[in-house]
């Protein structure tokens, strides 16, 4: 098919589509430029920092045709080209995982998630995550007054909230910080070698994973992250972990899975619980990450609403919801056409990529009124930063609450908060992530 018919500057697609762009953040005033002309518009993919060539795709702009995309699983699909916008070096591999299914594949392995977070399982991760987050703030003011929000308090939050849910010794939890590094930092060279692990303090099971981990090639890179071979330390820690569980059982969301046998939807086998604990380790790792530094970096850019929310706590859970919005960690997903179909007004064919842009969505002045200001008391919000659809994600609500944890005690136990040095941000085109905050902290 022929895509030279739309009239889309070369220089704002380009932007968009090169990973380095956002080194310095998303390119927000080219996609306000393309929002504003197209509802979707066509994107090349051309050969960028040892990548290949990509065929690709049209990029869906606007808050109600991200909504329609993603609502319709027919017709623009995640399993037929997976997820990712780069298309998978591995497509049966990539198929097998939650994320890249279609119902009613999807709609079984939810159920079975759903049952297992039950009442008793979410108030047990409420009460860790608030007591997590303390923890971390009590560290935070013992220290130097100078921290790496980033990397020293907000990183770790997730992955102790990640270690109860996944029932993953806490002393291994820093296994999943390397794991999300290198799948979603796999185009930026800080991150995809990352080893920080060295299994000194974790338990045998890590021990055993670090045996498999791979080692870079003599071009310095590693293997694909999206395939079998890339994660090799991931799904052997996994396939370990399920044998523990099955043998000797705990309180843990996994456990709960696991033990599931009975009913029209069956058990999770091995390989369904290696995929869904990739899904756990690193997409549910590494979205809280960086929204959680993301959230920071809102009220440091605006001392008034800062002020605002240390007056009146009652502010913070539409705080939250608001720096969700402005900083949008997870900036783009991407299905395929299953067949020919129109899409505001575009012209799709069958098996054309189709990319959702949440960052243009959550700042379109169609849904929200002045889109880049920072609003704490925004109202309605509905932005689209957990999705939309049938793979809105299963996580959002443990999010938020650790959002509101650990931001109403970096607020509510400090007197000041300022920057103290510019935030480096991620090489990707994918996640809008956060390597380093330097903040000053009066307490």
């Keep these: 098919m022929t895509h030279a018919a739309t009239d889309s500057p070369s220089a704002d697609t380009r932007a968009v589509v090169d990973p380095a762009t956002y080194e310095t953040g998303p390119p927000l005033a080219a996609l306000a430029r393309l929002r504003d002309r197209h509802a979707v518009v066509w994107v090349d993919e051309p050969a960028l920092h040892g990548q290949p060539a990509g065929p690709g795709f049209w990029l869906v702009l606007r808050h109600a045709d991200v909504e329609r995309v993603m609502k319709d699983p027919a017709t623009f699909s995640s399993w037929l080209g997976a997820t990712q916008v780069r298309d998978a070096t591995d497509l049966p591999f990539a198929r097998r995982m939650m994320l890249n299914t279609d119902p009613p594949d999807h709609a079984r392995l939810r159920r079975l998630l759903n049952r297992s977070f039950t009442p008793r399982a979410v108030a047990a991760l409420t009460a860790a ?97 999206r395939t079998a071979a890339g994660m090799p330390d991931l799904y052997g820690y996994a396939r370990l972990l399920a044998e523990h569980k099955r043998a000797a059982p705990g309180d843990d969301v996994m456990s709960l899975l696991l033990a599931q046998v009975d009913g029209a939807d069956g058990s999770v086998s091995d390989a369904e619980f290696e995929s869904m604990f990739w899904l756990f380790a690193v997409a549910g790792n590494e979205t809280l990450r960086n929204g959680l530094p993301g959230g920071l970096i809102a009220l440091l850019q605006h001392p008034d609403a800062m002020a605002e929310l240390r007056a009146d706590p009652s502010l913070l859970p539409g705080a939250v919801e608001e720096m969700l919005r402005w900083w949008t960690p997870v900036m783009v997903f991407r299905r395929t056409a299953t067949r020919d179909v129109e899409l505001a007004g575009q012209q799709v064919a069958a098996g054309d990529k189709v990319v959702v842009s949440f960052t243009a969505a959550n700042r379109d002045p169609g849904v929200f009124a002045d889109p880049d200001a920072f609003d704490l008391r925004r109202s309605p919000n509905p932005h689209l930063t957990f999705g939309h659809g049938p793979h809105f994600c299963l996580g959002a609500q443990l999010a938020r609450v650790q959002m509101r944890a650990l931001i109403g005690q970096l607020v509510g136990r400090t007197r000041t908060l300022e920057a103290a040095g510019e935030p480096v941000l991620l090489r990707s085109a994918f996640q809008r992530g956060v390597k380093r905050l330097p903040v000053r902290w009066t307490a």
């Design 129 to 225: 995550v608030e007591s997590s987050a303390a923890g971390l703030v009590d560290r935070m003011l013992a220290g130097p007054e100078v921290v790496d929000v980033a990397r020293d308090v907000a990183a770790d939050l997730p992955l102790l909230t990640l270690a109860e849910v996944l029932g993953v010794p806490a002393e291994d939890r820093w296994l999943m910080y390397d794991w999300s590094n290198r799948v979603i930092g796999w185009q930026d060279p800080d991150y995809a070698t990352s080893s920080h692990f060295d299994g000194s303090t974790g338990t045998e099971l890590a021990r055993e994973a670090l045996r498999l981990r791979p080692e870079p090639g003599p071009d310095g890179r590693m293997p694909d992250p």
